[in-house]
């Protein structure tokens, strides 16, 4: 079965940092794109980040690059996110995805079921 599973979750204060892990398993992980996609209560999912299978392109939207940088380690089926200087606007439902299509993390196959991110202080 496919499975994407995402830790590493919490309570932060403004500019700490976090780092999200998210684990595969029942899917070829180094031929799929690994995105990470957030929701905070009341708004759009919205995508911030992509990284390509090989780990050599990277994607960042403008609301966190500088600030956040997302890595795999395919012989373990992992990817992580690096989330620096964080502040309140951060706070949301962070959700890894797998995309095995040509379109850049553009439309996901498999999803994670989520980790809370709360920056506050």
């Known amino acids: 079965q496919v499975q994407l599973v995402e830790s590493g979750g919490g309570l932060v204060q403004p500019g700490g940092s976090l780092r999200l892990s998210c684990e595969a398993s029942?899917?070829?992980?180094?031929?799929?794109?690994i995105g990470w996609f957030r929701q905070a209560p009341g708004k759009e999912r919205e995508g911030i980040s992509c990284i390509s299978k090989s780990g050599g392109t990277t994607y960042y939207a403008d609301s966190v690059k500088g600030r956040f940088t997302i890595s795999r380690d395919n012989a373990n089926n992992k990817v992580f996110l690096q989330m620096s200087r964080l502040s309140p606007e951060d706070t949301a439902v962070y959700y890894c995805a797998a995309d095995s299509s040509g379109k850049f993390c553009g439309s996901p196959d498999y999803w994670g079921q989520g980790t809370q991110v709360t920056v506050s202080s």
């Open positions: 029942g899917f070829s992980f180094a031929f799929y794109s």
